[in-house]
């Protein structure tokens, strides 16, 4: 565990370096991350006594070396290559530190960390364990779990990779476009949750979502020739910039009409517009994540919800349904259809939805389809379909404004 001051903040900015550099050297993936924490564990003892060291990253990557190559020793039987490494007590005590291959090691990490072979869940944690340094307890609350859980999942996972023999390297270039996917997806899993929880008594979990745009920020800076981390980066801005005005002093959640522009993150604004673009520039055409940015631009752009470019966002969707089909899609494309030409061309989507049963047990289904019929004046319905939303509704406030909603059509 990683106490608050000096070292959880060396931790949390150098861990990805540490634990790459680490892998790269022994070869071990799980052995490198164990002798990390090893290292900080032994800070935890050493720093409050004799002071923070001049180099702290030099110190970890020195103490966690000894300890794995004490971990060599141990090994009742060892290759070749373990004996070499164990018998080497003539070099630096700090790893080679090569800055030319930093960014390749950190990519090689993210790789791992996000490798097919782990389940969604898994990915998620390690992700967050290893390249972003936070501990199972920081997890297990963002993602109201208990912590022998994330635990589990952590140590599964390195089991996972170890058995399957992944390497700790960098996949060939023509599986990286390809795989690359799933680091997005992972880190765009960890942002909508700090954005909007899915559970819990609050709306937002900012600390969360801003360890998800660093991750997106330094896989920009690893990889900024692919336009899909560029739109990645520029939909979490874009949507983080509004954080401010999306809750009240009680933490009770502002609806979009309702929100105090000027309490918008500006140069997060104009952090996601840079990030835009850039994955423009890229001139391969943006793509799922880089058209939802494109909607956020559309937000952020607007004086208000009634001068909002809703044609355009209408444009947007229909184009992200052709790129990324999914039914959440389906679905805010008809609140977008509603605020541009009328709920009543948006309801037919809505109960398309409904009928085909692609969202069952969401709550976000009923929560459009009660707002449209109550503009529609369908009040009983529109009454119904709210009070099944705040059952279906696993966030104590959105919950909240769902019920207030349901008992003022009374």
Not at 187 to 195: A, K, N, P, Q
Not at 216 to 223: N, T
Not at 235 to 259: I, S
Not at 356 to 380: C, F
Request: overall charge negative.
């Amino acid at each position: 565990m990683v106490a608050p001051g000096p070292i959880e903040a060396v931790w949390r900015i150098e861990s990805a370096r540490i634990v790459s550099a680490l892998a790269r050297y022994t070869g071990d993936f799980a052995l490198a991350e164990d002798v990390a924490q090893e290292a900080v564990a032994e800070a935890l003892v050493s720093w409050p006594v004799d002071g923070v060291p001049a180099n702290p990253r030099a110190w970890l990557m020195t103490v966690a070396r000894r300890r794995a190559i004490d971990s060599f020793r141990r090994r009742a039987v060892q290759d070749d290559k373990y004996a070499l490494i164990a018998a080497d007590e003539t070099g630096s005590e700090e790893l080679s530190w090569d800055p030319d291959r930093i960014d390749d090691d950190v990519l090689a990490l993210m790789f791992i960390a996000c490798h097919p072979v782990l389940s969604a869940e898994a990915r998620v944690a390690l992700t967050l364990r290893t390249v972003g340094g936070l501990t199972s307890e920081e997890i297990a609350r963002a993602f109201l779990v208990p912590v022998p859980t994330i635990q589990a999942r952590i140590t599964r996972a390195k089991k996972t990779i170890g058995a399957a023999g992944v390497p700790f390297e960098l996949p060939p270039a023509e599986q990286r476009r390809e795989r690359l996917g799933g680091i997005l997806s992972v880190l765009y899993v960890i942002f909508t949750e700090g954005s909007t929880a899915t559970a819990g008594e609050q709306l937002l979990r900012v600390d969360l979502a801003a360890e998800a745009i660093r991750l997106v920020r330094m896989l920009a800076a690893l990889m900024p020739d692919e336009p899909e981390v560029h739109g990645l980066l520029g939909l979490c801005e874009l949507t983080a910039a509004r954080f401010a005005a999306r809750t009240g002093p009680d933490g009770e959640p502002v609806l979009l009409e309702d929100q105090n522009r000027r309490l918008w993150d500006s140069s997060a604004i104009r952090r996601g517009l840079a990030a835009i673009r850039r994955a423009a520039e890229l001139g391969r055409g943006l793509g799922a994540y880089g058209l939802q940015a494109a909607i956020a631009a559309c937000h952020a752009l607007a004086p208000s919800v009634a001068e909002t470019d809703w044609e355009r966002i209408v444009l947007l969707y229909e184009a992200l349904g052709r790129v990324a089909p999914s039914p959440i899609v389906e679905l805010n494309r008809a609140v977008a259809v509603a605020m541009a030409t009328g709920p009543a061309s948006a309801l037919p989507i809505v109960d398309e939805l409904v009928a085909t049963d692609r969202l069952a047990g969401s709550h976000l289904l009923p929560t459009v389809r009660g707002e449209l019929l109550t503009r529609l004046g369908r009040t009983a319905e529109a009454r119904a379909e709210l009070e099944l939303a705040a059952r279906l509704c696993t966030n104590t406030r959105e919950r909240s404004v769902l019920l207030r909603k349901a008992a003022a059509l009374h």
